[in-house]
């Protein structure tokens, strides 16, 4: 059974700069999307970036997109996010998640990831 584990998550001001890391414990090439996700207190978890194994195609929140990368380390099965310029707004819980064979349509989904990490916090003071 693939496992995800994160890391990287802590307490910054607004806007500096956070990594997040989440590694898998079987080859990527189990794994056809990769991506991570975020849920604040009282919220629903939201999509926030993805990256599939094949293309590399990356997918990002309109909330993320210039500040958030996504990437992947094949040789060391782990994908990244790398978080600039962080708002409050972005603080939450981020969880890491993985699928096989996901549609298109899915990929911003959390119905089309079947694993799950454990979550990391990301607290952005202001």
């Known amino acids: 059974q693939v496992q995800l584990v994160e890391s990287g998550g802590g307490l910054v001001r607004t806007g500096d700069s956070l990594k997040l890391s989440c590694a898998a414990s079987?080859?990527?090439?189990?794994?056809?999307?990769m991506a991570w996700f975020r849920q604040a207190p009282g919220q629903e978890r939201e999509f926030v970036a993805a990256?599939?194994?094949?293309?590399?195609?990356?997918y990002y929140a309109d909330s993320v997109k210039g500040r958030f990368t996504i990437s992947r380390d094949n040789a060391k099965n782990t994908v990244y996010l790398q978080m600039k310029t962080l708002k409050p707004d972005d603080t939450a819980v981020y969880y890491c998640?993985?699928?096989?064979?996901?549609?298109?349509?899915?990929?911003?989904?959390?119905?089309?990831?079947?694993?799950w990490g454990q979550g990391t916090q990301v607290t952005v003071s202001s």
């Open positions: 998640a993985a699928g096989s064979s996901i549609h298109a349509t899915l990929v911003k989904s959390t119905r089309g990831y079947t694993t």
């Open positions: 079987v080859r990527f090439f189990s794994l056809s999307t």
């Open positions: 990256i599939s194994y094949r293309e590399g195609r990356t």
